[in-house]
């Protein structure tokens, strides 16, 4: 299966898990600053949410992709306040006519003192049993 992934990581959270994505499917991460060059089956997609908001660097790389470029889309993410970037994902994700999977995995992200040293080491083994669990 051709696999992709792709994160934007301001404080390192996103790049921790997609290092964790990346182990479970031997693909490389990269960050959103590095387009999509050939079709992929599946792209893992990750960010965190800032003021309430996905990055606009996220936002700018989901309007580069195109179904031909991606079958499907598997979300991740890190939050300390709302519940989750994947909606917001999802929604510009979908304009784009790109299938998003229903499954998706969201964690604990760190800001300032709330939430402090997540993602945590559970936190990353729940995301490397739910990478799992899609490959079965």
Known sequence: ?????????????SARMAGVVAEETGAKPASVDVPIAEPVEVLYLGCGVMLGKISGEMAAFIRTLTPDKVK???????????????????SLLEAQGIAVDERSFTCRGAMGPLHARHPDKQDLDDLRQFVRSLNK
């Open 72 to 90: 499907r889309v598997v979300c991740f993410g890190s939050c300390a306040i709302i519940k989750s970037p994947v909606p917001q994902m999802r």
């Open 1 to 13: 299966m051709n696999i992709a992934i792709r994160y934007f990581s301001k404080f390192g959270h």
